[in-house]
């Protein structure tokens, strides 16, 4: 065997390579974490709305409130107000209604193509 063919072999796998380092530099990687976030949000914020007792002007549905902000290289998916993660996980005088983890469990496939469309597109 030619010891061309082992150099050219590695030297595509190197091409390849430094092609998908670029791909997942830090801020590629936020970008497509934005990308699984929001897609999240968006599932969520579409999920059936109880019939609420509160029909105040201002009101919110804590639905509505879901979104998502990125802290330097993290991008953190939550709610606007205070009381989602007791309502999501319960406390000591109430069960939970969880309505963020199963939505995520439900879509996560759908969630995790188009972030590796995204990537790797």
């Given at each position: 065997m030619s010891d061309s063919f082992y150099s050219d072999g590695f030297d595509a796998f190197s091409?390849?390579?430094?092609?998908?380092?670029?791909?997942?530099?830090?801020?590629?990687?936020?970008?497509?974490?934005?990308?699984?976030?929001k897609e999240l949000t968006t599932l969520v914020r579409a999920l059936p709305r109880p019939r609420s007792r509160m029909s105040a002007p201002g009101y919110t549905h804590l639905i509505d409130t879901v979104t998502y902000e990125t802290e330097g290289s993290e991008?953190?998916?939550?709610w606007g107000k205070y009381y989602g993660p007791m309502v999501e996980n319960g406390t000591v005088q109430m069960n939970g209604t969880p309505h963020m983890r199963p939505t995520f469990?439900?879509?996560?496939?759908?969630?995790?193509?188009k972030m590796q469309n995204a990537i790797f597109g």
């Open positions: 091409n390849l390579l430094e092609a998908y380092e670029k791909k997942t530099e830090e801020k590629n990687v936020t970008k497509v974490l934005e990308i699984g976030a991008v953190v998916v939550g469990e439900r879509n996560k496939e759908k969630i995790y193509k």
